[in-house]
């Protein structure tokens, strides 16, 4: 299947640095990825929508200033934390879409295997 | 707008019990229906998925059938194993979500040798 790989999988940071993820799509092209945050023994909660080329759509309440993402290829979508404060600590997963032939919106997604950020 | 409900864990059984995991889904349209399994220390991987009414999805001995008229997508294995211990969620994608794929909020799942 479809390999999505992230980068680092665990960094740890002192309050008030910025923190880049990387997310990237290795044996296919993503014209959309998505940005999850996982609380601890909790779901996943949609933060954003990257689209390549284009500003990425943020869900209700994620903070565009304060969870920066950039699609700047079909292979590589960027979060960055700026700013990082304790509560930003979390376990970050992106995922991409390889349509199925019925269209996008019926396709699987697959997911990194997630970053873990720690915010001292 | 779209949303998952699933059983509340944790779920703890022994080897060998049957399992079933209850999902039920709110949705506009015909959305897909997704089952994905989050090891300890890994991401998410799809066990399975139904892209329309009717369909079974199947994958390592686990079964989901998409049933409209009760809107469920429950998940079965007659026999689990030690290594099944992970939390599994359920998944729409579509729907008024359009691309989004909309989570449930995941159960634990662990197995007594």
């Known amino acids: 299947g479809a390999v999505v790989s992230q980068h680092p999988s665990r960094v740890i940071c002192k309050s008030g640095t910025s923190v880049k993820i990387e997310c990237r799509s290795l044996?296919?092209?993503?014209?959309?990825m998505f940005w999850y945050r996982q609380f601890p023994k909790q779901s996943l909660m949609l933060m954003a929508t990257?689209?390549?080329?284009?500003?990425?759509?943020?869900e209700q309440g994620v903070e565009k200033d304060k969870f920066l993402i950039n699609h700047a290829s079909l292979t590589l979508s960027t979060l960055t934390v700026t700013s990082a404060h304790p509560e930003d600590s979390s376990f970050y997963i992106c995922s991409a879409s390889v349509a199925n032939g019925q269209g996008a919106n019926t396709g699987e997604l697959f997911f990194g295997e997630g970053s873990r950020l720690t915010v001292l | 707008g779209d949303s998952v409900t699933q059983m509340e864990g944790p779920v703890t059984l022994s080897e060998e019990a049957f399992l079933t995991i209850n999902c039920t889904y709110t949705?506009?349209?015909?959305?897909?229906l997704f089952w994905y399994v989050q090891y300890p220390g890994e991401g998410l991987q799809l066990l399975l998925k139904?892209?329309?009414?009717?369909d079974k999805g199947s994958n390592k001995g686990f079964e989901a059938t998409y049933r409209k008229e009760t809107t469920s997508f429950h998940l079965e294995k007659g026999s689990v194993q030690v290594s099944d211990s992970a939390v599994y969620f359920c998944a729409l994608r579509g729907g008024s979500s359009a691309s989004k794929i909309i989570f449930g909020s995941g159960t634990r799942l662990s197995i007594r040798p």
């Open positions: 044996d296919f092209q993503a014209t959309t």
């Open positions: 139904a892209t329309k009414a009717d």
């Open positions: 990257s689209n390549e080329g284009s500003k990425a759509t943020y």
């Open positions: 949705a506009t349209g015909y959305p897909s």
